[in-house]
């Protein structure tokens, strides 16, 4: 934060003479013209600050009005849609959207979408009714990927119509399940009477642990989430709000945001004194409630596992608690990959999969995030099933995003093939290459991403789902060298007596399966847009 943007939010956070003086010295050393975007943010709580001393500045009263035209109209176009859900559905206004009950909050600061909650088993419901009324999810994903991956991976996605972006939480604090989110929603809401219909209104307490959450987890939005929390903190009972913050786990957030806010000219602030000292008072006085994010996360992971796999229970076999390589290795052995759609690689060449944009990820695999230019895979373990032909031998790659792995990177990552190990990387390295050999590479090879080896604590608290990510993936290589290129044969001595035994089956009998060979958009030579096993024969 340079110079400028402390005197900007000293106007906007100190007590309205020190504000005065802040806002002169920042007109009389910079120029409007030239300010940074956080002025924006900050216009609407400066004007608040100087108006109470009876100042009027133009300027700040034209940012005003341009915040005030600007939300409201992107209201009065979500009105509509708002009153068909609100009269179907049980809303809650939540963060800069609940406080545009009061007609002047729509002055104070730009609304980039609106925001609003309701319950887990609604969700569905509710992101159906917006599809079919022309609504499109964030970055166009499909309903797999929304059913699949984020309403299990996340608590909320925006749905955009040209100008109406609404932003549907079905979790308010996303470290919690659902059940302690439901109850959590409708004790800490109250019935309100709006424009489009009956809904509720987020407490102010439960407001404030929210924003001090986002605050925390979205550093790249500097300090302007601290104005929203500082608008919001002078309305808040502080006991209960101390009381909140310990119950969600979000208390060193809060105190992290009111602590900077103090230290930005709010030191005498009332509401921000009282909420500080009433959770050093919880803190001492009453244990800390610590919610169970590992249990959440186990949950979304089965619950996602259900849409890629067609063995779930040998899947949480194979993956629950510790891992199971014999097992797996069996299981896949008698029954095929545990994924249920395989990408075929029909012959020699060399295959390149995209995971941002490939639809036939097995599971363990984490929803897109905007702007990264890879997908991560997630814990316990990602899959990806392959088809290659008989006796072929395939070197597999697998391409890590260097900066996002190194900052991220807790653990020892391993790659598995049919649960046998072939390569491990560490915080250092930006790829793992293995090769299947011909007498693995009998067609079904299942990949699998996972932690061999523990190097840091797992986190708590707000940023436990974190923990889920394992490793960003930005590309899988798979090079296949058939037996007319190069590749020999490798018997197993196994089959060949299995073979033996009877004349309808032979040595190259391990595996019965079809496909439809379609080019498909990410690989080099052309892969099959589906693949499907019809039996996988011992």
């Known amino acids: 934060m340079d110079e400028s943007e402390r005197l900007i939010c000293q106007a906007a956070l100190a007590e309205p003479r020190r504000a005065l003086e802040a806002w002169q010295a920042w007109r009389t050393a910079h120029d409007p013209a030239t300010a940074s975007d956080m002025l924006g943010w900050a216009g609407g709580y400066i004007t608040r600050n100087l108006r109470s001393l009876g100042t009027i500045d133009p300027y700040l009263d034209g940012i005003a009005r341009h915040h005030w035209l600007s939300n409201s109209r992107k209201l009065v176009h979500a009105t509509p849609f708002l009153g068909g859900l609100a009269s179907r559905f049980a809303l809650t206004m939540l963060k800069s959207f609940g406080l545009g009950s009061d007609p002047d909050a729509w002055r104070v600061r730009p609304v980039a979408d609106i925001d609003f909650a309701i319950p887990r088993t609604q969700a569905e419901s509710v992101v159906q009714e917006l599809l079919t009324a022309g609504f499109r999810p964030h970055l166009d994903a499909d309903w797999i990927e929304l059913a699949a991956r984020i309403m299990n991976q996340r608590g909320s996605w925006n749905m955009v119509r040209g100008g109406v972006d609404l932003d549907v939480h079905w979790r308010v ?15 800490w809401s109250l019935p309100a009477s709006t424009a489009y219909g009956a809904v509720r209104m987020l407490r102010p307490e439960a407001t404030l642990c929210l924003m001090a959450i986002h605050n925390a987890l979205q550093s790249g939005r500097g300090a302007s989430g601290l104005f929203d929390i500082f608008g919001v903190v002078s309305r808040v009972d502080a006991a209960a ?3 909140l913050a310990c119950e969600t786990d979000s208390a060193e957030a809060v105190g992290t945001a009111l602590h900077a806010i103090r230290d930005l000219g709010a030191a005498t602030h009332p509401g921000v004194t009282g909420v500080l000292t009433a959770l050093e ?11 169970t994010p590992r249990d959440r996360l186990a949950g979304d992971v089965a619950r996602a596992a259900r849409h890629f796999t067609r063995r779930p229970l040998i899947l949480a076999a194979c993956d629950g608690g510790r891992h199971r390589p014999r097992l797996e290795r069996v299981a896949i052995r008698l029954a095929g990959p545990l994924s249920n759609q395989s990408i075929v690689c029909p012959g020699s060449g ?5 995971p941002v944009h490939e639809r036939r990820l097995g599971p363990g695999w984490h929803h897109r995030f905007p702007h990264d230019t890879w997908r991560w895979a997630t814990m316990p373990a990602a899959r990806l099933a392959l088809m290659l032909p008989p006796n072929a031998r395939a070197t597999i790659t697998v391409g890590l995003a260097g900066e ?3 900052n991220h990177a807790f653990c020892q990552l391993g790659l598995f093939a049919n649960g046998t190990l072939l390569a491990t990387a560490g915080r250092d390295d930006t790829e793992l290459v ?7 590479a009998h067609g079904a090879i299942e990949l699998s991403l996972r932690c061999i080896r523990r190097l840091a604590a797992p986190q708590r608290g707000i940023l436990a789902p ?6 960003p993936v930005e590309s899988i290589v798979i090079d296949v060298k058939t037996r007319s290129h190069g590749c020999q044969p490798v018997a197993n001595p196994h089959r060949i007596r299995a073979a033996s035994s009877t004349s309808s089956r032979s040595i190259h009998s391990s595996a019965v399966w079809a496909w439809a060979i379609e080019p498909g958009p990410n690989t080099t030579l052309g892969t099959p847009a589906a693949a499907k096993m019809l039996a996988f024969v011992p």
């Not at 989110?181 to 409708?186: A, G, I, T, V, W």
Request: glycine share 2%; net charge positive.
């Open 434 to 440: 293995g090769m299947v050999t011909p007498s693995a």
């Open 466 to 471: 974190r923990n889920a990510l394992l490793a």
């Open 404 to 406: 996002a792995w190194r």
């Open 281 to 291: 008072t919880a803190r001492s006085t009453r244990r800390l409630r610590r919610p």
């Open 173 to 187: 604090f996303d470290h919690l399940d659902d059940r302690t989110n439901d109850r959590l929603l409708r004790q």
């Open 241 to 243: 709000a101390a009381r």
């Open 350 to 354: 060399r295959f390149e999969i995209n």
